[in-house]
Each structure stands twice: as C-alpha cells, then as structure tokens.
C-alpha cells in the first residue's frame, strides 16, 4: 500500500530551537530581499552586456571568501563563528550605505555591489543550512526543515515588500541599514540557537558522528579540507553536480529576463519595484509549500519527489518555451521554477548534508553551495554570450537545455536514493 501523506509533528523538546531557527533564517533572507531588488536594478545599471564579466568577478570572489571561511569553522566555535560571518557582512552594509548615499560612481558602486550581494546572499545561507545540519538528524530534517524553510520565505516575503514599500521613500540608502539591522538580528539568533540544541530523537547516524558535535567545537581541519572531502567523495561530488545543472538553468532563465526588462523598463525604480513584486510573488508560493506540503512529503514518501521538483518543471518548461517563446511564458516558467526550488528542492537538498560528517556539513557544503554555484553561473553566463553572439535564439536555447533537466533528474533521483543508504549504515 501507497505511503499516506501525514503532517510531521514539533516535538516538545525541539520547539524552542525550531521557533529559534525558524526566527533566524526569517531574518535572514529578510534582510536579504531587502537588497535583491537593488542588485537586480544594479545589474542592469552595470551594463547587460557585462553581467558576464560580474558573474566571473563573484566566481573570483568566492575562491577567496570560502577558504577563509573554512578557516574561521576550523578554529573557532560555532557559538562565535557563525555571528562572525555576519557581523563581518554587516560592516559592507555600513559601507555601502554611504556610498549610495553620497552618490559616489554610481555605475562602479552598482557593479560591486551587485558582485557582492551575490557573495553574500550564497554564503550567508549557506552557513545557516550548514548549521542546521549540524544541529538536527536526517529524522529531524525531513520533519522540520520545511517548516524552518518557511520562516526564510515569510522573511522574503516581508523583505520584498518592504523593498517595494519603501525604496521610494528613504531611498536605496536607508533600505541598505534597514538590511543591516536584521542581519544583526540574525546573528543573534545564531548565538542563541548554538547554546540550545535541539534534543536529537534517535542516535546520530554513524556517518555523520564526530567528536565535539554536540557541544559546538571547532569542526577542525584545514581551510581547504572541505573541497578534498567533495572530490573524494561520490555523495558530495553527485551533490555538486546537481547543483551545476540547476545554476545553468538559472542563470539561462535570468539573462533573457535581465534583456526583456532592460528594453521594456528604462526607469531603474520601476524595475527595482516590479523585481521586488515578483520576488514577494514567489516566495507566497514558496512560504504555502513550505507550510503545507514539503514536511509531510518528505516524511511519508522521502526526499525523492522534493529532489525532483526542479528538473520536472525545468524540463516541462523548456517545453513550453521552445513552443511559445513569449515574455508571459519566460516568466511564468521561471516563477514556476523558483517556487519549486524554495518550497521543495532546497529543504531536501539541505536535508542531505545531515547525514554526512560534521567538517563537510561547514566547509564542503560551503564550497559547493557558493564556489560550485557561482562557478556554474560564471560559466553558463559565458555560454551564454556566445550562444547568443551566434544568433540563436529564446527556442533553440530552450530545446538544448532539455538534456540538462533530464541529467538534474537522474542525480535528484540516485541522491535521495544513497542519502536512505548512508542514514541506516
């Protein structure tokens, strides 16, 4: 008999480190949306035609932020390291500020902080998931996650419309310290959440048991160690690869978006309020998945169908672009697309971090949810230009993106497969 889909349950010895984790990424990705629909408007005030060349510039960017911060996790203790990585973003922000503010080299400033927002909003995150998998179980991931993701989303949401709300009145300045303020908040709540673990409800898979795990130490190792363990390991290296694949979508999907809009819209405070919309449009998508469905799914039939949302409505919407390659259908495809991704794929590709051991869940998750990522976007933005300087248009680059779609659905599937195997061994 088919698995039924049943609500998970917040057992009693968990709510205050859920309410914690949950109130943490809220503020978080609030902060961070806050600042997207500026980095979009700046992209485009950068020049499309360079966004390439701003791609490679963060893929360059991150060689440099990810060791470092592998290094911080090696010697310092999560309870001080992760508010660390915060505070130290905090400061750009501060920075920033005044440099929107002043007006210095309007073009320059759009530029770098399009790069670093593009550092940012990856490596914050994926701190805050790496650490998640440090403090919950694979049994306790598939139960929660869904509902921490849901606090980011409320949080996008709040942050989108703020954004849409107010870059008209205190302008890009003030809404750069209001960013500022939660991400402070954030770091507190970091601070919190490592002095009240959540009570694990089942021993720790042997795979992912180290020493100093439950008390918070130093993960140890070297700032490098992170990116050997992921090619040495088939899991990590499947995990890269999926990643890879969705980055090219991505980046295919928002370059034709950043050339529609550029042409359509030339005021940059109304491109900037009509990102904002679409950003609080998908993340209401996202946050109702989130709430509703991602906790039940992968508790009743696993991480598989989570894992194969993206490369399903990929595939189909590729489809559906090589048929019609029209404005409604770009962008249909793409909300389709994020909301998939935030309200299911992103929790459960999360999920499979718990079960491997401490040092990758902070370095190796790292590296492939920043290096990997941008990598893979600097590349795609490459292939990119060139397909386009070749002329070839919305449906011939949709139909040969199908293959893509149809490699990210065999690893979702083989990931969810192994990560059951490792969980039990």
Same mark, same amino acid.
């Given at each position: 008999?088919?698995?039924?889909?049943r609500?998970?349950?917040?057992?009693?010895?968990?709510?205050?480190?859920?309410?914690?984790a949950?109130a943490?990424f809220?503020?978080?990705?609030?902060a961070?949306?806050?600042l997207?629909?500026?980095?979009?408007?700046?992209g485009i005030?950068?020049?499309?035609?360079? %966004?390439?060349?701003?791609f490679t510039?963060?893929f360059?960017?991150?060689l440099l932020?990810?060791?470092?911060?592998?290094?911080?996790?090696?010697?310092?203790?999560?309870?001080?390291a992760? @508010?660390?990585?915060?505070?130290f973003?905090?400061l750009?922000?501060a920075?920033?500020?005044?440099?929107?503010?002043?007006g210095?080299? @309007?073009?320059?400033?759009?530029?770098?902080?399009?790069?670093?927002?593009?550092?940012?909003?990856l490596?914050?995150?994926?701190?805050?998931?790496?650490?998640m998998?440090d403090?919950?179980?694979?049994?306790?991931a598939r139960? %929660?996650f869904?509902?921490?993701?849901?606090?980011?989303?409320?949080?996008?949401?709040a942050?989108?419309?703020?954004?849409?709300?107010?870059?008209?009145?205190?302008?890009?300045a003030?809404?750069?310290?209001?960013a500022a %303020?939660?991400l402070?908040?954030?770091?507190?709540?970091?601070?919190?959440?490592?002095r009240?673990?959540?009570?694990a @409800?089942?021993?720790?898979p042997a795979?992912?048991?180290?020493a100093g795990?439950?008390?918070?130490?130093?993960?140890?190792?070297?700032?490098?160690?992170?990116i050997?363990?992921?090619?040495r390991s088939?899991?990590l290296?499947?995990?890269?690869? $999926?990643?890879l694949?969705?980055?090219?979508g991505?980046?295919?999907?928002?370059f $034709?978006?950043?050339?529609?809009?550029?042409a359509a819209? @030339?005021?940059?405070?109304?491109?900037?309020?009509?990102?904002?919309?679409?950003? #609080?449009?998908v993340?209401?998508?996202?946050?109702?998945?989130q709430?509703?469905?991602?906790?039940?799914?992968?508790?009743?039939l696993g991480?598989?169908p989570?894992l194969?949302a993206?490369?399903?409505v990929?595939?189909a919407g590729?489809?559906? %672009?090589?048929?019609?390659?029209?404005?409604?259908?770009?962008g249909?495809?793409?909300? #389709?697309?994020?909301?998939a991704?935030?309200?299911l794929?992103?929790?459960?590709?999360?999920a #499979?971090?718990?079960v491997?051991?401490?040092?990758?869940?902070?370095?190796?998750?790292?590296?492939i949810?920043?290096?990997?990522?941008r990598g893979?976007?600097?590349l795609a933005a490459?292939v990119q230009?060139?397909l386009?300087?070749?002329?070839?248009q919305l449906?011939?680059?949709?139909?040969?993106? #199908?293959?893509?779609?149809?490699?990210?659905?065999?690893?979702?599937l083989?990931l969810?497969?192994r990560e059951?195997?490792?969980?039990?061994s």
């Amino acid at each position: 008999m088919a698995a039924s889909v049943r609500a998970p349950e917040v057992r009693p010895a968990e709510r205050r480190a859920s309410a914690l984790a949950f109130a943490y990424f809220f503020a978080l990705l609030a902060a961070y949306y806050l600042l997207r629909p500026i980095r979009e408007e700046a992209g485009i005030r950068g020049g499309v035609g360079a %966004l390439h060349w701003s791609f490679t510039a963060t893929f360059a960017a991150l060689l440099l932020a990810v060791p470092a911060s592998s290094a911080l996790f090696a010697r310092v203790p999560r309870a001080r390291a992760v @508010p660390v990585v915060y505070r130290f973003f905090l400061l750009h922000l501060a920075l920033f500020a005044v440099a929107f503010s002043a007006g210095a080299s @309007p073009v320059w400033t759009a530029r770098v902080f399009f790069v670093w927002l593009s550092v940012f909003n990856l490596l914050v995150v994926a701190v805050f998931w790496g650490f998640m998998a440090d403090l919950f179980t694979a049994e306790q991931a598939r139960r %929660l996650f869904g509902r921490v993701a849901a606090g980011g989303s409320l949080g996008a949401m709040a942050g989108s419309a703020a954004a849409g709300l107010l870059v008209g009145v205190i302008g890009i300045a003030g809404v750069v310290v209001l960013a500022a %303020l939660l991400l402070e908040v954030a770091a507190r709540c970091a601070a919190a959440l490592a002095r009240v673990p959540p009570a694990a @409800p089942s021993p720790v898979p042997a795979a992912a048991a180290t020493a100093g795990a439950s008390t918070g130490a130093p993960v140890g190792g070297t700032a490098f160690s992170g990116i050997t363990a992921v090619l040495r390991s088939g899991y990590l290296l499947a995990l890269a690869v $999926q990643l890879l694949l969705f980055t090219f979508g991505s980046t295919f999907l928002y370059f $034709q978006q950043a050339r529609i809009v550029a042409a359509a819209i @030339p005021e940059p405070a109304r491109r900037a309020a009509l990102f904002a919309g679409v950003d #609080l449009a998908v993340n209401v998508g996202s946050f109702a998945i989130q709430a509703l469905a991602t906790g039940p799914i992968a508790t009743s039939l696993g991480l598989a169908p989570a894992l194969l949302a993206v490369p399903l409505v990929t595939g189909a919407g590729f489809l559906a %672009l090589a048929g019609a390659p029209t404005l409604w259908t770009l962008g249909s495809v793409q909300a #389709l697309r994020r909301i998939a991704h935030y309200g299911l794929e992103r929790p459960a590709r999360d999920a #499979l971090f718990t079960v491997v051991p401490r040092e990758q869940k902070y370095k190796s998750k790292a590296f492939i949810d920043t290096v990997v990522y941008r990598g893979g976007d600097a590349l795609a933005a490459w292939v990119q230009s060139g397909l386009a300087a070749l002329g070839l248009q919305l449906r011939e680059l949709a139909l040969a993106g #199908l293959p893509l779609a149809a490699l990210s659905l065999a690893a979702g599937l083989w990931l969810a497969r192994r990560e059951r195997r490792l969980e039990t061994s």
